[in-house]
C-alpha cells in the first residue's frame, strides 16, 4: 500500500529524507531546477552526498563547493552558454574543498538509466558511446550483444536515487504533481527513487491537467513543498523566465574561491530560506 | 587580414546556416550551432525543424536561447517530449538529418573531445564533458562541426575522444556500427573543410574571403590536406547579416534585461 | 531530408502505401481505431498481409475474415468485454477462409518491441513471459542477461512495419497530428514504421495542442486523411462515444460464415467509402 | 442450495471487492475485476487508486467500462498514459499492489490459462490470449484471481500455461525471478481459496452462503485441501448490493444507448 504525499515545509522535507552519505538525484534540464532544496540542503550541511545530476548546473556547483558532495554522476558539467562550472573545475582539478570521484556519462546513456530506474530494470539499452573513450574510464558503460542480430549495444546500470528532488508548477491539496513544458528527465528520476520531493510554486484545489499530462500521483511522492520562485534563476513556465543575466553573473562569483564563499555565506547560509535568498538577492540588484 | 564589414564569427555562423537545407531536420545545440539554425529558418530555410535535446520539436525562437532549454524554445514549439523520449526516439531513431556539435579539440578525422585537456585522471582542464554529442555523432544522418581554428583546438591527436568523427578515417565508422554519414563538413572561422571521399582525412575545400592558406596552416596542428579545387566562400549576403546581427540584438536585449 | 506528410484520400492512401505482401499495423488501444481503414484496405482486396496490432479487435476479425491476412502478430485476440472473435479463432481453429500464422505475445512484450521499433533499436526488453508457456511457441522470444546483476529478461524483436495506420483527433493544414486521451501505442507503432497514414476526425487550421501533447509532426507522416467518425465503432474522445452496443452485436454477425459475409457485402463491399458504411448501418438501426 | 436474495454472481464480485484495502493501487481487467474494484471505490476502499491497462491512472468512471479503454476511464482518470509506459513505469516498475486476473483454466499452484484449450497448434477452443496478464501476474505485489468455479475450469493440469501463479509450489516463483508475492486468493461464485503458506496448493478457506463442502469438490478436478478453519464468507451487506446492482443498472443503460 501506498502513501500519499505529505505537505511539509521544505526544511522539514529535507531533514526527513536527505541524509549524509545518501545518493541524490535534483533533477530539472534547464527547466524547472530545485534550487531551493539544493540551498536547504547545503544549508543543512549535509555531507557525503553522491549526487546525479544529467546537467551539473549551478546548483551541483554550488553543492560541490560547500563541501557536500563526495561522489557525482553527470554527463553534463557547465554553466549552459556562459562556459565552466569553475567550483566543479576545482574539484576535479584540484580536489577543493574536498576529492570529488565523477562517475561520467553522455546524455542519451543517463536518460535511459533514470528510465531503467522508472521500469524496475536493472539496466538501460541504448546505440552509444560508439567510438567514445567514455567507456574506458566509466565500468558503468558496459555493451550487450543483441540475441537477434547481433549488434552490440551499450548497457548502464539503472538509477536509483535513495531521494530525488525536482520542483514542479503545481500540486493540489492532496499531493498530485503537475509539470509541463520542458519536462526534462524528471518523471522517470522520480519513479526510480525510494523517496520523491517534490517543491511546487503553487498548491491549488485542482490541477486542471491536460487529457496526457505529466502528472505524479500524490502516491509515488513522498513529500511536497510550496516553494514559490524556487527554481530561480532557472525558471518555471507559465511563472517566470530564466534569468539568463545571473546564470552569466555566476560565473564571475564562481571563479574564486573567495568571492564563492563570500556569495555563499551572504545569500545561503546568511538566510533562513529560499524566500529571503530571493530578497536578497533582489535587494542587491536594486 | 583586409578590413571586412562582418567579422569571422560573423562568416562563421552564416557559412554554417548555408549547409542547412531547407525542410530538413536539424538537431541543435547552443551557441554558434543555434544562432546557425535560426539563420538557416531566417533565411533560405523557412521549413528547417529545429530541435533541441532539451525537448522541444520544431521550434522558432525569436531570440536564440542561453541554454538549451530556455522557454522560448518550448513556447515556440509544435511539442515538447521528455528527455528519454527525445534521445530514443527522435534522436536514436534515426529522424535527425543534421546534427550539429561544437568542439574544444578536433583532429584530422573529425573525432572531437569535450572532456578533458591534459589527462583524464589529472586533468589540466576539465571540460563541461559529453552531452547529447556522442550519440548526436553517431546517430545524425549528416554531422556539421563549427569551432575557431587555431593550434590548440586543431589538434594531432585528441587528448580524450568524446564523440566519434570518422575514427582513423576509410569506412571505419560503418565497421564500428555507427549509423549516420558522421561529419560532412567542419565550418570555423577560415575556412571550410570536408572529408575526403575515400580517407575521410578533412581537406581545405574553401577559404572564408581575405583568409590565406597561411593563415589556415599555421592555425591546424597538423599538415593540412588542399583540395584541388579550392573554393572562396562567398561573403556573407545582406541579408544573411542583418538577419544574424537582428538576432544577436533581440538576444543581447532579452538576456541582459532579467539582471 | 524529410518530406510532409501529403493530405490524400483514405482511398488514394490504401493504393499508394499498401500492397500485397505489406507488413502493416492498425493500432489504437480500443480508442481511435482506424475503422474506416481497416475497410478501405478490405475494399481493395489486399492480400497476403502480415497484420500486427496489440489488441485485433473488430476490424482485424473482418480483414482475416474476408482473407487479407496470412500472418498475426498479437497480444490479446478477443471481442473485449463480450467474447470471441469468432472470424479469427475460425481462422486458427479451421483455416477459414485461409490459414492464418500467428506469432502470439503478451501486451508488454508488444509494447516494448514498438517502443524498440521507434527506438531504432533491434530489440525490446522487459522482465516478462517469466514462467509462461509463450516462449515455448514463439521463437521470437529470447532472453538476455544483465551484465552488471546477471538477471534474466526477455528480449523481442523491434516492430518495423511498412506501413503503420492510425486514426487521431486532429491534424492541421501541413499534415501534423494531435491526439489525446488513450493514446496506447500509436505514437511508436507511428514511428516505427517506413510509412504512417494517419486517419483524422477534422483538418484544422491551428491544433492548439496543450504543452506536453502527443503530436506526430507532419515530417514522420507519409499521409494524412480526413475521415469523420473513422473510428466507430470505436470512438473518439470529444468527438463521439465508443459504440459499445455494435460490439455486442458483432457477437451474433461474426458467429457464423454466412452471416458474416452477408453484412460485410453489404456494409463494406457494397459501400463507396466510410461515409456511406456508417449511413447504412444508421439506416439499419432506425 | 438455499434461495438467497442475491446472486453467486453478486456474491463473488463483493467477496473479490473486500479484498481490496483502501488506498491501494489496483491494476483492473474488463469484467469481473472492474465492477469489484468500482464496488471496492464506493463502499468500504474510497481512496482505492484504479489503473486500467490502457493508460488511464486514478480513474473513478461511473459506469462500468465495457473495453479496457473506454472514454469514461480517460475522463475521469487523474492523467492517462502511453500503453509502453504503463507497462513499463507503472506495472514493470513495481507500483501495483494488487493485480486482478480471470481465467479460464486454473490449477492448484493458480496457474492460468487464457490462451487455448487442447493444443496450441490445433487448438479444440482458442482463446483471446494473454492480454497484459503474465506480466500483471509477475510483477503485482499480490494477485487476485476470480472465475466460475467448475471441473472445465479448475483442472489437474492446464493446457497451456499463460500467466505463472506459483508453478509447482514453494518458493518456484522466487527462484525463477518473479517479483511479486504471486497469487493470494482465488474467488469465485462458490468459495474463496487461498495458497498455503508452505506449498503455496490452493485451499478453501472460506465457503459462500448456502454454498456445501461437496459442491465445491464436485466442481474442482483436483482432490482440493480444505483449511482446519473453514469460514463461512459473510453475505453481501445491503449496501454493497445496491452499489453493485446500481453500478450494474447505469452501465445497462450506458451500453445499450448506443445501439
Redesign the interface.
Known sequence: ????ATLLSLKEAIQEYVHDGATLALEG???LIPYAAGHEIVRQKRRDLTVIR??PDLIYDQMIGTGCVSRLQ?????N???G??HR??DA??NSWPRPLEIV?????GM??A??AG??????G??????????PK?NPQI???E????G???A?I?AIRPDVTIIHAQKADHRG?VLM??????Q??AA?AAKHAIVTVEEIVHK?D???????L?S??VSAVCEVKGGAFPS?A?GYY?????????WDAIARERDSFEDWMNRYVFGVKDFHEFRSAVEAA?A | MPETHYTADEMMTIAAARMLRNGTVCFVG??LPSAAANVARLTHAPDVVLIY????IGTKPSVL???????E???TAET?V???E???YW??GGRIDFGFLGAAQIDRFA?INT?VIGD??G?????????????IA??SKEVLITLRQNKRAFVPKLD?????GH?DGGDA?QR????GKGPVAVITDLCIMTPDHATKELTLTSLHPGVTLEKVMESTGWPLKVSTHLAVTPEPAEVELSVLRDLNERTAR??????
Chains 1, 3 share one sequence.
Open positions: 500500500m501506498e502513501s500519499l534540464f534547464t527547466h544529467m546537467t553527470f554527463s553534463w558539467g557547465g549552459p552558454g556562459v565552466s562550472l566543479l573545475r576535479v582539478e561520467e556519462h553522455a546524455h542519451a536518460a535511459a533514470y528510465a522508472a521500469a524496475g530494470l536493472p539496466f539499452m541504448l546505440r552509444g558511446y560508439l567510438g567514445s573513450d567514455l574510464y558496459k555493451f550487450i543483441c540475441p537477434f542480430t549488434e552490440r549495444l548497457a546500470p498530485n509541463w513544458g520542458v519536462v526534462g528527465v518523471k522517470e519513479l490541477l491537467a491536460s487529457p496526457n499530462a505529466v502528472v500521483p502516491w509515488v525558471y513556465q523566465a530564466r534569468n539568463n543575466a545571473f546564470y552569466k553573473a540588484r | 547552443i551557441g535535446e532539451s525537448g522541444p536561447p542561453l541554454s538549451i532549454g530556455d522557454g524554445l518550448a513556447e515538447v521528455s528527455i528519454p527525445m534521445f530514443a534522436l536514436q573525432n572532456t583524464y585522471r586533468p589540466k582542464t576539465r571540460l563541461p564533458g559529453a552531452g547529447g554529442a556522442p550519440e553517431a546517430s580524450f575522444v568524446t564523440s566519434g575514427f565508422r564500428m556500427g555507427l549509423p532579452a538576456h541582459a534585461g532579467q539582471a
